[in-house]
């Protein structure tokens, strides 16, 4: 069982809708993080917050806009995707206490741009 | 710059049988290295992971890895696998301190389980 939690497991939108994916943790991790992962292929890092604020930003085009409204929550906003925006998009968080806590990954929001 | 390649690509093996999938990394400091499994249409379970110390680690479901800096690999390793193994595996490198963390993983390798 996972202890991130992503909602829509599934989402199909047109490319003219905004729509908005979700993530929570309730492990007091204080970093969070949105990776894209194509069929086939590695995760990609998109964003990282660091106590609500964003760290990184893997220059992702401007249609994707992240949001961390507290510790426990991670939005991903969508705004007039492209169909090769179709992915996995993951959700991680860790600890951030010390140098040795891993990533611990969601079971990821399916995302098909019709 | 850091990176970590997977060379295989897909591995077939029989139940019962032992399973070593391999890893290489290219960093200039110790590594923070990590393996994780991924089922299909599921998010990304870590098997285990590897800081500093003692160079064999041992992580969940019976699968354990061995660290060795002169050859720059981290192969994950178990002795007998089961049905349920059958997934994708990636083997990742951590860059930077919290805040700034960047994983890179490697392309993944599908493990096959045949009867």
């Known amino acids: 069982d996972t202890e991130v939690t992503q909602t829509p497991k599934h989402l199909v939108m047109g490319m003219t809708n905004k729509k908005s994916l979700k993530c929570e943790q309730h492990m007091g991790h204080r970093a969070m993080y949105w990776y894209k992962q194509k069929a086939k292929k590695p995760p990609e890092l998109m964003f990282v917050?660091?106590?609500?604020?964003?760290?990184i930003n893997e220059s992702v085009p401007s249609r994707f806009s992240p949001e961390c409204p507290n510790s426990s929550l991670l939005n991903l906003h969508l705004h007039a995707l492209q169909p090769e925006d179709s992915a996995l998009y993951l959700c991680?968080?860790?600890?951030?206490?010390?140098?040795?806590?891993?990533?611990?990954f969601g079971d990821g929001t399916r995302l098909s741009i019709l | 710059a850091q990176s970590v390649t997977q060379p295989d690509i897909h591995i077939t093996v029989s139940e019962g049988a032992s399973l070593e999938l391999r890893c290489n990394y290219s960093?200039?400091?110790?590594?923070?290295l990590f393996w994780y499994v991924q089922s299909p249409g599921q998010g990304l379970q870590l098997l285990l992971k590897y800081f500093s110390g003692d160079t064999l680690v041992q992580g969940i479901k019976g699968f354990e890895a061995e660290f060795k800096r002169s050859q720059s690999s981290f192969n994950l390793r178990k002795p007998s696998v089961h049905w349920s193994d059958a997934a994708e595996y990636f083997c990742a490198v951590r860059k930077g301190n919290f805040g700034n963390e960047k994983l890179t993983f490697g392309t993944g390798t599908r493990l096959t389980i045949i009867p």
């Open positions: 960093y200039g400091a110790t590594p923070y």
């Open positions: 991680a968080s860790s600890l951030g206490q010390g140098d040795y806590q891993p990533q611990h």
């Open positions: 917050y660091s106590y609500e604020k964003l760290s």
